[in-house]
């Protein structure tokens, strides 16, 4: 079951996607809104699940971690175990920010930060390429990367 989004519920979505810690006060003035109505509409939207908690984003060059790559990883098996082992596995690896399980060339699209290029080579040579079944793995790095409102915007 899909919710209805009016042109309000878009605009709280904006807002809370550019600051989630926002209260619904602050919410409510930016939109035209009371805070009450602003709060209703939040808990519409959580409810119907199209909002699924509030977090927070990490920048990864403040914390020290200046290379992104995003790795292409087949796994030289495919049964059911071999997947179960590797998921397993790479969820230790703290450096492994993002993991999907995709369709295509790959098996898994991997998002890994690491503070230098030598630094992610450590832990691609000493710790994915170790892992349960890991077969081929295609690295880009990331160059620069735009943050965008995605179709709401």
Same mark, same amino acid.
């Given at each position: 079951?899909?919710?209805?989004?009016? *042109?309000?519920?878009?605009? !709280?979505?904006?807002?809370?996607?550019? *600051?989630?810690?926002?209260?619904?006060?602050?919410?409510? #003035?930016?939109?035209?809104?009371?805070?009450?109505?602003?709060?209703?509409?939040?808990? #519409?939207?959580?409810?119907?699940?199209?909002?699924?908690?509030? #977090?927070?984003?990490l920048?990864?060059?403040?914390?020290?971690?200046?290379?992104?790559?995003?790795? /292409?990883?087949?796994?030289?098996?495919? /049964?059911?175990?071999?997947?179960?082992?590797?998921?397993?596995?790479?969820?230790?690896?703290?450096? !492994?920010?993002?993991?999907?399980?995709?369709? /295509?060339?790959?098996?898994?699209?991997?998002?890994?930060?690491?503070?230098?290029?030598s630094?992610?080579?450590?832990?691609?040579?000493?710790?994915?390429?170790?892992?349960? /079944?890991?077969? &081929?793995?295609?690295?880009? !790095?990331?160059?620069? &990367? &735009?943050?965008?409102?995605?179709?709401?915007?």
């Amino acid at each position: 079951m899909s919710l209805d989004l009016d *042109d309000i519920d878009r605009a !709280v979505l904006r807002e809370l996607a550019r *600051d989630a810690r926002q209260p619904a006060s602050a919410l409510g #003035r930016k939109l035209g809104l009371s805070q009450p109505a602003a709060w209703r509409r939040i808990k #519409r939207l959580e409810d119907a699940n199209v909002i699924s908690g509030r #977090r927070v984003r990490l920048d990864a060059t403040t914390l020290g971690f200046g290379v992104t790559v995003f790795l /292409g990883v087949k796994l030289a098996t495919k /049964g059911r175990t071999s997947v179960a082992d590797f998921e397993r596995a790479i969820t230790a690896i703290p450096e !492994v920010q993002v993991v999907q399980h995709v369709l /295509g060339a790959y098996d898994y699209r991997l998002r890994v930060v690491a503070r230098d290029l030598s630094d992610f080579e450590r832990v691609l040579r000493r710790r994915i390429m170790t892992l349960p /079944g890991v077969g &081929e793995v295609e690295a880009n !790095v990331l160059l620069t &990367e &735009e943050q965008r409102p995605g179709p709401l915007g």
